[in-house]
């Protein structure tokens, strides 16, 4: 599996049968602007959504005629096994901010977990529901989602092999959201990559936890 992180919250996942993923597209200078991250132009053969907010939800934007799913329950796409937990936005069940979904793909080889705009740490049918996990991508800003903390206590528990934090303050998001620092405080062992990809296969997942941070390829 080969993942491109684009910024904000979406990537680009290559799956080990070929499939192009792109999780929670932004659109570009929504927001009134505030959204800076530089348009999508890769082409994707499955767009996943989260939830419907301007800074997750631009599947119109994606070239390549993308099968879109929002809000995916369960779907097969080639070998790629696609499955949807509901969760919520905030802390009150979905009351302030609406619904979320946490995404598990499942290419044969490796199991991602991408939390999405998760508003809260999991309880433990949730953990049950998800199980195993080698890459959880996790929202770490604060703010609108989890922040540091509760992103650590989520670490703790899915156990992945491999954290991939999103969702954090840079210079190319202009929200009242905290910056990854705090978060990588919380990691034990952290690899900071100087670019916006990383390729993992089951033979190459570390024996013990590493966090790693991406940088923005947009």
Not at 119 to 147: E, K, Q
Request: negative net charge; proline residues 6%; glycine residues 8%.
């Amino acid at each position: 599996m080969r993942l491109t992180y684009l910024g904000h919250s979406s990537f680009l996942v290559e799956t080990a049968d070929g499939t192009r993923v792109i999780f929670d597209p932004y659109r570009h200078s929504s927001f009134d602007g505030a959204v800076k991250y530089g348009p999508i132009t890769q082409p994707a053969d499955v767009v996943i959504v989260s939830h419907a907010h301007d800074d997750h939800d631009a599947a119109d934007t994606i070239p390549g005629h993308p099968k879109v799913l929002i809000h995916p329950a369960s779907e097969k796409v080639g070998s790629v096994q696609i499955t949807g937990i509901e969760v919520a936005h905030d802390d009150a069940g979905g009351k302030k901010r609406g619904k979320n979904t946490i995404t598990i793909l499942d290419d044969g080889d490796i199991r991602l977990v991408h939390a999405g705009d998760l508003g809260h740490t999991l309880d433990a049918a949730t953990v049950d529901a998800i199980g195993g996990v080698d890459v959880l991508l996790v929202p770490v800003g604060g703010f609108f989602t989890i922040d540091h903390k509760e992103a650590a206590a989520v670490v703790e528990q899915l156990a992945p092999r491999i954290v991939v934090p999103m969702h954090f303050k840079t210079d190319k998001i202009d929200f009242p959201i905290a910056p990854v620092e705090p978060f990588l405080a919380t990691q034990q062992t952290v690899e900071r990559e100087e670019g916006p990809t990383l390729e993992v296969t089951k033979a190459t997942l570390p024996e013990n936890r590493v966090t790693i941070l991406l940088q923005h390829a947009l």
